[in-house]
């Protein structure tokens, strides 16, 4: 049986720099961002690339939580690695390790009709997952600022094929962006959501255009998986909840809450150890 929700993406040990010091071998990448952040609300199926050396910490972090690992490979290559130091609340890129894509091919379940996420992953692994997914009811992708301007083809290929696209706006005006409506028309988007950190988020969806501001008065330890794990809690949510265009917003509010739980601490440590209630409790300091 299908799942009703699936995200495909990255699995990565990260080398995290910031006012919290520097930390090595950090786990985090899209796929489990959305992942914990989504089996808070419903649950979740993985495709997603893991070496050896990071299969225990995967198993251990996701023991407990509502999320299928049919889709899960572990192959003897290395970790997808991965470095970033804050800078002013935001991530500057410090490079990667992807060796692991040479690997590894996503392989989505056959006759998907679910809801599908493609996060961050090298951009020719990213298209594959999308192409692999074009049955699904609602697919959507997410954009990493290195690979978008390493890769733009790929990225064309994905915005081609995709229904909804987050990214910042960063992102967006590597992609050419300029006017989110123009943008969303020019690629035949059903929805396009930018992600603003601070300011908070915007989805905009034909004649509908939904803001959301960022929780207030909450500590920022580390932005790493914010955009992440607010997909996963906005879609996660919005499926729940039957997918009604009417329910973007609430989903929006959702997404938003999972965001300002992850970001109290170093990687993904917040939103693993989060539980349904904390994201209740969260989602009544969210902006109505």
Not at 89 to 113: K, Q, V
Not at 156 to 177: K, Q, S, Y
Not at 257 to 269: N, P, T, Y
Request: with cysteine.
């Amino acid at each position: 049986m299908n799942p009703d929700l699936l995200v495909a993406g990255s699995i990565a040990l990260d080398t995290l720099e910031g006012s919290y010091g520097r930390v090595t071998d950090e786990l985090g990448g899209s796929a489990l961002y959305f992942a914990l952040a989504a089996s808070l609300i419903t649950p979740v199926e993985i495709l997603a690339p893991v070496g050896a050396d990071g299969r225990d910490l995967v198993e251990r972090v996701l023991s407990g939580r509502r999320v299928g690992l049919g889709g899960l490979r572990v192959l003897d290559s290395p970790t997808y690695r991965w470095s970033a130091r804050d800078v002013g609340g935001r991530n500057r890129d410090l490079g990667n390790r992807d060796s692991i894509y040479d690997t590894w091919t996503p392989e989505p379940p056959a006759g998907f009709t679910g809801w599908a996420f493609a996060g961050s992953m090298r951009p020719d692994r990213q298209f594959q997952a999308v192409d692999g997914l074009r049955g699904a009811e609602l697919l959507a992708a997410d954009a990493m600022l290195s690979y978008t301007i390493a890769q733009p083809a790929f990225v064309a290929g994905i915005l081609e094929a995709v229904g909804w696209f987050f990214c910042n706006h960063a992102e967006f005006a590597a992609l050419g962006g300029e006017d989110p409506d123009r943008f969303r028309l020019h690629w035949k988007l059903a929805g396009l959501v930018l992600k603003d950190g601070p300011q908070g988020v915007t989805a905009y969806a034909g004649a509908e255009v939904e803001h959301v501001d960022a929780v207030a008065g909450r500590p920022v330890v580390d932005t790493t998986g914010a955009g992440d794990t607010l997909a996963g809690g906005m879609l996660a949510r919005w499926r729940a909840t039957g997918g009604r265009p009417e329910g973007l917003r609430d989903a929006l509010r959702w997404g938003v809450a999972c965001a300002s739980l992850a970001i109290e601490d170093v990687g993904l440590r917040a939103i693993a150890r989060a539980t349904p209630a904390a994201l209740a409790e969260r989602l009544g300091e969210v902006p109505a």
